[in-house]
């Protein structure tokens, strides 16, 4: 439609023609749902894994960035991982209780990632949702659901002691990741939760589809235990079940997408058009920030990058920065207008205000080819170049001008405008026109508060050591992981070995000694990875304790090319020892490829040194100094990281690692 505007200066009054459609702003017809906020996801699994070997200050820097308020993201929720001991994408999280009777709530890092980010922002939303559990919980049955009100116990400890242990109060709860859910359990849940004191935490279900909402409508018991509908990759999309619930919905999971330019024009896509065309009112990004091997599975798929903690080298990725044009502007608490929608010309608009007089108003003009996320399918749609007029009315009619905050994906020639604080813009008679152009983000708001922080440029990229070595000699260490290691089954801790009066008291053990109730398809050995991707030839080397008598075993490995939910098809040089007294040498952890085999002399409760050496198609071993074997002939693969593990889920010990790659 056209639009006229007339503004009198002095003596002169001056009328403006512009073509523009027309959109309403307005709080009087009422409002809509309340802003619940948006988050990252840490977890699922150990995507924060390489965040705590930063040194400071980068460590500090990557954490402002991510959760301080008017800074970067200002992210409003997060979630986590209660770790269960198996691979859950990227890698295994501990759990605080990996045998019955057993409890340790300062495992893993996660207590320490939530309170970084409750100190930088006090009114962040936490959650916490497991991927996997201990074996214990299934009495042999691979469901958490086996007994109920033992896993439901076992959930509410981690609730109890992330405050106990921590002064950390957990918001909300979830399920089981991503699985079929069991309304009974949910309804076990709650209950057990209100024994324990804790009503306020609510239960969000079921971090999957929709099919939740239907259950709920039959059964008013599991409606009435569940306060949030989650749903993962909805698509920004809901179902008619889910809105007649009347219950909060949540994307309580999205984005998983490389955090490139492209991946910043997704997110800035479903951010609005998860409220617009979906009524929901948060949104989670997997993950939270990339820290974690680039070759494992979905690398480079967090809001930001921080993969080098050897150099200190991180990148602050677009995502960032599309973030902060809602979050630095509407807080949890904040609610909807009901004047939101699409734009005619394609994009969408979203209004929110503080109930106060404070508005907020974030457009999108984000096309097609610029805005698909990972999944799911995104249809066809188009966006033009377009003039829009807005009409501010109700509470808003007497705002004279809005703060303008503005972002540009400039594709053909990657000159990008990203989070930019633009001239104040005025508002005439309750009236303000924008020329929209595609690809482009903008917040006006009445708030005067937001900023772009920055920080000095961190130290520049660079690869990880090709020499490198650990004693895990660490007496009260701040985490349990060894700096670099990346489990991707089992779980291998610092360990202090008091029946040990030589040289093998402060050690890495693995700890996990029955297979998890997983959600990957972990390996039947445990593993952890090191190092770099792209090595050829290396030597490495690892003092190994078997700890199984007879039927234990361990290993080390090179040139391993896959983890993550891979992990079991993992191909490699691996060079194994058993506690019945043999060596093996395989392609595979599997241990099926079999390229040299024989005597070792090898038992349990007694150190041996392996040394693996691999140089172009060949690899040679070494025991105790002493070769063993060699010209092993390995013709792929041609690269991998290095690795250290066991031959079944059983404690095993392992010290000065080494690693010396050309």
Known sequence: MA??????????????????????????????????????????????????????????????????????????????????????????????????????????YEWWLMKEAKKRNPDITLIGLPWAFPYWLGKGQSTPYHVRDITASYVVSWIIGAKQYHDL????????????????????????????GLPDVGIIAADGNWDIS????????????????????????????????????????????????????????????NYVNGRM?????????????????????????AEEP?????????PIWITAHTTQFAKPGWRYLQTIGHLSHGGSYVALTDGKGNLTI????????????????????????????????????????????????????????????????????????LSLDVDEVYTLTTLTTGQKGQYKDPPNSSPFPKKYLDDFNVRNPAFDEAPYFADQTGVFEYFQNLTDPGPHVFTLRQVVTQRPIAWANDADQTISVIGDHSWEDVTVSCDVLI????????????????????????MGIF????????????????????????????????????????????AYGMLNGYPLWENAVILNPKNGWAAIGTYSFEYAQFDNFQVLAD
């Open 3 to 108: 639009s006229y505007f007339c503004i009198i200066l002095g003596f002169l009054s001056l009328c403006m023609y512009i073509h523009a459609e027309f959109y309403v702003i307005d709080d009087l017809i009422g409002l809509g749902r309340r802003f619940d906020g948006i988050g990252g996801l840490s977890g699922g699994g150990a995507t924060s894994r390489l965040l705590v070997n930063y040194e400071e200050p980068y460590r500090s820097q990557i954490l402002d960035y991510l959760f301080k308020p008017n800074f970067g993201a200002s992210l409003q929720i997060l979630k986590v991982e209660i770790g269960g001991d198996a691979q859950t994408t990227d890698g295994t999280e501990p759990s605080h209780m990996h045998y019955e009777g057993d409890e340790n709530y300062f495992r893993g």
């Open 169 to 196: 109060d957990i918001n909300y709860v979830g399920i089981w990741n991503e699985r079929k859910f069991d309304g009974d359990y949910i309804k076990v849940l709650r209950r057990t939760l209100d024994k324990a």
């Open 214 to 273: 239907v259950a709920m409508e039959l059964d008013p018991h599991l409606n009435g235990a569940v306060e949030i509908i989650g749903v993962h990759y909805p698509g920004t999309d809901t179902t008619p079940e889910a809105l007649s619930t009347q219950k909060t919905l949540w994307s309580s999971e999205d984005y998983s997408t490389f955090n490139n330019d492209v991946g910043g024009g997704c997110w800035a896509r479903i951010l609005n058009q």
């Open 281 to 305: 009112t948060s949104t989670i990004s997997w993950n939270l920030v990339a820290s974690y091997y680039q070759d494992l599975s979905f690398g480079g798929d967090g809001l930001m990058t």
């Open 310 to 318: 050897w150099s200190g080298n991180y990148v602050v990725e677009s």
């Open 362 to 433: 974030v457009i999108e003009t984000m096309t097609h080819e610029h805005s698909t996320c990972i999944r799911p399918p995104l249809p066809p749609y188009s966006v033009s170049p377009q003039n829009a007029t807005f009409s501010l009315k109700g509470s808003f009619a007497t705002v004279t001008e809005l703060q303008l905050w503005y972002s540009k994906f400039e594709f053909q020639h990657s000159k990008h405008t990203l989070f930019k604080k633009l001239q104040t813009v005025k508002v005439y008679a309750g009236f303000l026109t």
């Open 547 to 570: 700890e199984t008598t007879n039927s234990g075993g361990v290993f080390i490995a090179a040139r391993v090319d896959k983890g993550g939910e891979s992990v079991r098809e993992a």
């Open 575 to 618: 060079f194994w020892v058993f506690a019945n007294g043999t060596y093996r040498v395989t392609n595979d952890i599997g241990g099926k490829m079999v390229r040299a085999e024989g005597l070792s002399g090898t038992n349990a409760g007694k150190w041996h040194t392996l040394t693996l050496t691999v140089k172009g198609q060949w």
